[in-house]
């Protein structure tokens, strides 16, 4: 059986990191999320670019999104 990997030791191996427009420019708590590893969605925390992503499949991606746009996270 094949392991799918679930995390990326360095996420600034990977480019095009974006975060919410409702982040704002104070530097806080925020998420990243990149496009660049398809099928997985990584995941990083801003304050830690050269911290660890996690991967996240589409399903799961869209649930959690799904999640917050209704106020459950």
Same mark, same amino acid.
């Given at each position: 059986?094949?392991?799918?990997?679930?995390?990326?030791?360095?996420?600034?191996?990977? *480019?095009?990191? #974006?975060? $919410?427009?409702?982040?704002?420019?104070?530097?806080?708590?925020?998420?990243?999320?990149?496009? %660049? @590893?398809?099928?997985? *969605?990584?995941? #990083?925390? $801003?304050?830690?670019?050269?911290?660890?992503?996690?991967?996240?499949?589409?399903?799961?991606? %869209? @649930?959690?999104?799904?999640?917050?746009? #209704?106020?459950?996270?």
């Amino acid at each position: 059986m094949k392991r799918i990997e679930t995390s990326i030791p360095d996420a600034s191996a990977l *480019t095009g990191w #974006r975060r $919410s427009s409702y982040s704002g420019e104070s530097g806080g708590n925020c998420l990243e999320v990149t496009d %660049t @590893a398809h099928p997985m *969605t990584p995941v #990083r925390d $801003s304050k830690l670019p050269t911290g660890p992503a996690l991967l996240f499949s589409a399903p799961a991606w %869209t @649930a959690f999104v799904g999640a917050v746009y #209704r106020g459950r996270m």
